[in-house]
Structures are given as C-alpha cells and as structure tokens.
C-alpha cells in the first residue's frame, strides 16, 4: 500500500511542476489560482511522503519519488509545454525510469 501512496506523493510533485509552469505563464487572478494550486500539490506530495517512509526506506522511497517527478516534469514539459526533445533526452528519462524499476526491485 505504501508503494502506491510513494507513486502519488510522485504524481503530487509532477502536478505542483505543471502549477508552478502554468502560473509563470499567467497574471492576476489565474497565476494565484494556479499558485494556491501548486502550494496544495507539494503540501499533499510531501504528506504523502512522510506516510510512505513509515515503511519504505527513506534512501529508497526519496529517489522514487523525485524520480517520479523528474520524468513526470519532463514528460509535461514536452507534452504540455512544448520543451525541445532530442535523442539524449529521451535517453536519460528512460534510464531515471530504469533507475526507479531497480531501486523499487531490490528494496
């Protein structure tokens, strides 16, 4: 159960980046929606954390989830915000997903 509370504290962090992307793109009333937006999301990522390191090692359960939230960010930031893809890119999201599979496997 854990493990699936640590994938959502990941998902919380890829969703307080796309706040913090959408609110920088905005002004007045719509940047301090999406910044209250961004403030829920990282209070509910690092909740959600706490709760997973209860029982899965912190040397462990830190580098999933910033792991989560680094492709997560990328991927947004491709898909959503129209960032650059190259070859390289792509690459080094594919080894952070491999990185996440291996410590999820041996801890």
């Not at 992307?21 to 009333?29: C, D, F, P, R």
């Not at 940047?31 to 937006?37: I, N």
């Not at 830190?62 to 989560?68: A, E, H, R, S």
Request: hydrophobic residues 55%; positive net charge.
């Amino acid at each position: 159960m854990n493990w699936i509370i640590l994938v959502l504290a990941g998902l919380c962090e890829c969703a307080f980046t796309f706040c913090l992307g959408k609110a920088k793109a905005s002004t007045g009333i719509e940047a301090t929606l999406w910044y209250s937006c961004f403030v829920v999301a990282c209070t509910l990522s690092m909740i959600l954390l706490a709760k997973a390191i209860k029982t899965i090692p912190i040397g462990t359960a830190y580098p999933v989830w910033t792991g989560i939230g680094a492709v997560g960010t990328v991927l947004l930031g491709i898909l959503v915000f129209k960032e650059p893809t190259s070859l390289w890119r792509l690459v080094f999201i594919f080894t952070l997903i491999a990185s996440i599979i291996g410590l999820k496997t041996v801890s």
